[in-house]
């Protein structure tokens, strides 16, 4: 059995599904209670787009390996393509709880919940997730944006400082901590994490708008030009020159 599924394996490599599935049918007629079998034929449909196949198979999995939580996370996958978030949810939902100290399920659902837009109950799972499993950055990533959006500046800043241990350089991080910065009313802190931005990827076109934005507010106009000009010079949305444009042009005539 092992030789043909290294064979199988190999034919998924080279994107040859056909052959692999002719392989994994063949021995699950020798073995049809091999949940590993039907995972893998599953992962087959799935890939060639056959999601009501892929989604049979993967709960034919499931019933032979109730407790696989790999198995959930496979098939919430094949429901997100299929657009059906609710089923995809339901699914995790019954994975997490076969192991409600497992990050990767956890981590699973709340992206899922994110993009629901269930925030406060994609936080929970977040806070759970870098409990359990504290150097993922990309779930305090998600948990500092969650944060954000839902007003609690407070905690997505500290989220945010974390991670920046981590990823000292990322601008991402530093561009959103500045933005919570500014939520908070601390100015200082925000201008001097946004020219750490341009200091480190000076390419980062949001920094120098957000810091023209800045400056405008404050009434420093000479600032604001001299970002809002940087910003235009990069920018290739007609729209968008548009309006730097009338702002820049506002700012020389005061």
Do not use: W
Request: net charge negative; charged share 30%.
């Amino acid at each position: 059995m092992e030789d043909k599924i290294q064979q199988a394996l190999e034919h998924i490599e080279k994107e040859e599904y056909n052959s692999a599935i002719n392989i994994f049918e063949e021995l699950i007629e020798d073995d049809a209670e091999n949940a590993y079998l039907y995972n893998n034929l599953a992962t087959i449909h799935y890939k060639k787009g056959n999601y009501d196949k892929a989604i049979e198979l993967f709960q034919k999995a499931i019933e032979l390996d109730i407790d696989n939580q790999g198995i959930y996370q496979n098939l919430a996958d094949v429901y997100m393509a299929a657009e059906n978030i609710e089923y995809a949810l339901t699914t995790l939902q019954e994975c997490v709880s076969i192991n409600r100290s497992n990050p990767g399920p956890l981590y699973h659902l709340s992206r899922i919940l994110i993009l629901d837009h269930q925030l406060y109950s994609a936080i929970e799972y977040l806070e759970k997730v870098v409990e359990y499993a504290p150097n993922n950055t990309d779930a305090r990533y998600d948990l500092a944006r969650s944060y954000y959006e839902i007003g609690e500046y407070e905690n997505a800043i500290e989220q945010y400082e974390t991670i920046q241990v981590e990823l000292p350089k990322s601008p991402d991080i530093l561009f959103h901590l500045g933005c919570a910065y500014l939520e908070q009313y601390r100015l200082n802190d925000a201008i001097n994490i946004f020219n750490e931005v341009i200091k480190e990827s000076p390419n980062y076109l949001p920094v120098y708008k957000k810091l023209g934005m800045l400056y405008l507010t404050q009434d420093n106009h000479k600032e604001a030009k001299k970002y809002f000009e940087a910003y235009k010079k990069n920018i290739v949305d007609e729209e968008e020159i548009k309006y730097i444009e009338n702002i820049i042009c506002k700012l020389k005539t005061d």
